[in-house]
């Protein structure tokens, strides 16, 4: 399945030019040397632009080891790029690991660091999620451009409640510098979603989650998400986030043009059951779930990206075209990193996935090298 856009190719040869794609053709190039995946597809890594989190180790750790280790664990979920996202923190918690972000990016030999997601501190505590509402404020300009200085330009993503004071100021300043703002962890109206959305937001954090229903009187932000056209749902499909029905309707209302496939995954992620933390949170993982200690919320998922493309296709509620695309082009392009990774296309760096028919992960290569196989 070979992936540029919209279009999907046959049986054919696809060339690695120095870590780079090249064409594809229909016949073996001469002295060309052969990797042979006969009856296999062939897709783009994915990009998962949610995670706090895996193999044992949390971005919110501030270790540059840390991310190291996530960097290089993640091709085995079929993630060639990824954004390492924080949680609500105090100030400086945030401006240290942004810095620590900053060192990593670029060094990383797995999967690539392609940006920052902040993931608070703006949001409301009504649906906090496991979040610490202690640090939760109204946006503040100068703070972010303190913590993106640290980053040296590496925050992609910032989400925010569109009901805090002085959303709409602070969106319009930072669109305008290229940083796509999403709005979830929110208790809003419908008409607050609309105006942060007028503002330059685009993007709803894991759609459904940490945000007010949709009611028939008050539309709220699952009727925002619903409605509001050319904006991008991230969506958790684990089938515990979000029933698969859910899941359907919402790509019905999006299309699959405007769903962002993610994880939320956190440190627990890759690892076996057991006592873990998400930022300063007790969770504990079972059954497929991670559950805070104290009160039994989600805390994150431990979802591999492989998996949740995976589901939706066997869940019957999207096309193995479809689904790849939702794992990776349109991420990338929800958070204007379509240039660097999500496609199949010449001259980008060979960043791929092989997938058997029944679509599990059976090799994963960066920049044309082979980092994972079953």
């Known amino acids: 399945m070979y992936k540029r856009q919209h279009e999907t190719k046959p049986a054919g040869y696809l060339e690695l030019v120095d870590g780079r794609f090249g064409q594809w053709t229909e016949s073996v190039p001469s002295a060309a040397q052969v990797l042979d995946y006969t009856g296999y597809q062939i897709a783009p890594g994915l990009v998962d632009t949610h995670i706090h989190g895996y193999a044992g180790h949390d971005v919110m750790d501030n270790s540059a080891d840390g991310l190291r280790s996530i960097s290089q664990r993640l091709p085995e979920a079929g993630v060639t790029s990824f954004l390492p996202t924080t949680l609500t ?182 690892q076996p059951d057991g006592d873990y933390l998400l930022g300063e949170f007790p969770v504990v993982v079972k059954d497929g779930t991670a559950r805070l200690k104290d009160g039994g919320n989600l805390a994150g998922s431990i979802l591999k990206l492989k998996d949740g493309l995976k589901n939706v296709v066997d869940w019957g509620i999207a096309s193995p075209e479809e689904a790849v695309r939702m794992a990776t082009y349109i991420p990338a392009k929800s958070v204007g990193i379509e240039d660097k990774c999500g496609q199949i296309k010449a001259g980008r760096p060979a960043d791929f996935i092989v997938l058997d028919k029944a679509m599990n992960l059976q090799a994963t290569y960066v920049d044309g090298k082979e980092v994972f196989n079953k």
């Open 89 to 270: 923190a105090s100030s400086q918690q945030l401006e240290d690991i942004c810095a620590t972000i900053a060192d990593v990016a670029g060094s990383d030999k797995g999967a690539k660091i392609q940006g920052i997601y902040f993931e608070g501190p703006y949001f409301t505590e009504k649906y906090k999620g496991a979040q610490n509402a202690a640090y939760m404020k109204d946006p503040s300009l100068e703070e972010f451009k303190g913590w993106q200085k640290a980053a040296k330009g590496l925050i992609k993503k910032i989400a925010l409640a569109p009901e805090r004071q002085g959303v709409e100021s602070f969106v319009s300043a930072v669109t305008k510098d290229g940083v796509t703002v999403a709005l979830g962890h929110s208790n809003a109206t419908y008409a607050e979603a609309k105006a942060a959305v007028a503002a330059g937001a685009s993007v709803w954090v894991h759609a459904y989650n940490g945000m007010r229903g949709l009611n028939h009187r008050e539309p709220g932000m699952v009727g925002a998400v619903y409605h509001i056209p050319q904006t991008y749902a991230e969506l958790i499909c684990d089938g515990h986030h979000v029933s698969p029905v859910a899941c359907d309707i919402l790509m019905q209302q999006k299309g699959y043009d405007h769903v962002a496939l993610i994880t939320d995954c956190m440190a627990a992620g890759g």
